[in-house]
């Protein structure tokens, strides 16, 4: 089946700076989402792509669809506390038949020190 | 808008026993997903719904679990007998077709 390969799995960072991480497939999706999940919690939607070389900001969030359709990346700038948490990549492909579940990438745990 | 609600939130069952976990979609939703989250992994899709009838299940082991969705509102997932290579949070999550889906907060399942 499809897999992602996200990287880093952590990052241990100073408030303030800037943090980058990605995300690689295997194959090509239509759609790259970027999610951040809180403990307890369900994964909450930051970005969503649907073209290829498509860039989109929120906030001090910048993502960016691949050329390829094969990888994405996520940008925060100048972090602050309330962005410690698990950020997940996920691509949605297109099968037959309306199926459009995600394939998530296995995360980065982003812990910040103050 | 209430947002996807699950239940319970948590779960500790004997191995070889069974279990239900139950989804309230948000209202108007006619997309369901169940996914099955394992510590230090992102989640993993089990089965799609559109309304009542099933449109993704090929990553259900059927063997050991089953959801239905009778009426194309609530969804309950069942796992029986449960491993204890079951112990995982399950997330529910709704949506409408071609915008983002909405992930409950998930029902913690250990499996002892």
């Known amino acids: 089946g499809q897999q992602l390969n996200q990287s880093p799995q952590s990052m241990f960072i100073q408030e303030g700076e800037d943090v980058s991480m990605n995300c690689t497939s295997s194959?090509?999706?239509?759609?790259w989402l970027w999610y951040k999940q809180d403990p307890g919690e369900g994964p909450v939607l930051l970005i969503a792509?649907?073209?290829?070389?498509e860039l989109t900001s929120n906030g001090r969030l910048t993502a960016q669809f691949g050329i390829t359709r094969k990888d994405s990346f996520l940008n925060i700038s100048a972090s602050i506390p309330s962005d410690v948490g698990i950020y997940f990549c996920?691509?949605?492909?297109?099968?037959?038949?309306?199926?459009?579940?995600?394939?998530f990438g296995k995360g980065t745990h982003l812990i910040i020190q103050p | 808008e209430a947002g996807v609600a699950q239940s319970p939130r948590y779960k500790i069952i004997e191995k070889r026993q069974s279990v239900a976990f139950w989804c309230n979609p948000i209202?108007?939703?006619?997309?369901l997903y169940w996914y099955q989250q394992i510590l230090g992994q992102g989640p993993k899709l089990l089965i799609q719904?559109?309304?009542?009838?099933?449109?993704?299940d090929s990553q259900l082991p059927k063997d050991r679990f089953s959801a239905e969705r009778l009426k194309g509102v609530d969804s309950t997932l069942k796992i029986q007998p449960a491993k204890l290579e079951d112990s995982a949070v399950y997330l529910c999550?709704?949506?409408?077709?071609?915008?983002?889906?909405?992930f409950g907060q998930g029902t913690r399942l250990t499996v002892v």
């Open positions: 999550a709704s949506g409408v077709a071609d915008t983002e889906a909405f």
């Open positions: 194959s090509i999706f239509n759609t």
């Open positions: 792509l649907y073209k290829a070389g």
């Open positions: 996920a691509g949605q492909g297109v099968s037959g038949g309306g199926a459009d579940g995600l394939t």
């Open positions: 209202s108007g939703h006619a997309t």
């Open positions: 719904f559109q309304n009542n009838g099933v449109v993704d």
